[in-house]
């Protein structure tokens, strides 16, 4: 992890209690897919990031280096013209993140859309959870002991699901049994520009610790690939490395 290491680690603090509770997971985002330029363009050396850049050129028909370009992405966001960034389409692959979160993440609504794991279609007999991160928590006893509660509940919602699924029950009325933290996975597209938008409120510090801890993983993603489109949201957001 590049950015946001140290609040990273704040929220995960007690991570190493988590491993071994029943049925944990942890969240992972895959990336699976980015819009790219075809040949003609990559042969006249317009790279994903660039691309922005690139065609916000239309406008002046004006040309530029590789590194005008990276200059220019920075120009487009300082002076809000935003559209351009709807030209870098992702799709990630997320797993291990909760009902909860997904409430959260859905409530974005443009730029963005998912494919989630169907909760008719798939029994959740072998599903997992994701378990709080309890972080605002000093004692590592404290926290065992509130991390074996969630255990019990999770047991527990398992067992009345697979008793009831054996009684007959569908699937779309066992789910109603599950509790917030039943994780889920989705593949997610979405583009740089609603990204940023997403980056904006859920990187701040008022944002709920899943979606929070969501946002920093997801965000070093994208910085791996077009750290020109993203990197002023790790000044703003008050990421140590990046403002040293
Ligand atoms: C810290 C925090 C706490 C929150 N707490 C709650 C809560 O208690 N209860 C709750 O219900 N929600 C809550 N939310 C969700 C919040 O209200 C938004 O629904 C969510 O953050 C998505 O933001 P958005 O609408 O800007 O995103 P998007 O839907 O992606 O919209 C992006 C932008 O497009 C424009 N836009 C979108 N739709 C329209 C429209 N219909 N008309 C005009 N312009 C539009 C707006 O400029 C908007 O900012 C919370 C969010 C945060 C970050």
Known sequence: MKYFDKELKSIDKWKDLRCDLFRNEE????LV?????????????ITIETLPAFTARQSHESKGTYTDDLRLNRRLIEWGHDTPMQAVQFVYHVTGISKSLAGQWTRHKIGIG????????????????????LEYIDSRDDVGK???????????????????????????????LMP???????????NARSLRHFFKLRLARGAEWEIRRFAYILFNKVMEICPSLFEDLAIAYGDQKASE
């Open 33 to 45: 897919a980015v819009t790219t330029p075809v040949e003609e363009f990559l042969d006249k050396g």
């Open 180 to 190: 917030v933290g039943w994780a889920t996975s989705t593949y997610v597209y979405t």
């Open 146 to 176: 509130i991390y074996k509660a969630y255990e019990e509940e999770h047991r527990h919602a398992m067992d009345v699901y697979d008793r009831l699924s054996s009684n007959g029950v569908k699937n779309q009325e066992l789910r109603r």
């Open 27 to 30: 969240p992972e985002i895959k």
């Open 114 to 133: 998912w494919t989630f794991r169907s909760t008719r279609y798939v029994k959740a007999s072998s599903n997992t959870f994701v378990y709080p991160a």
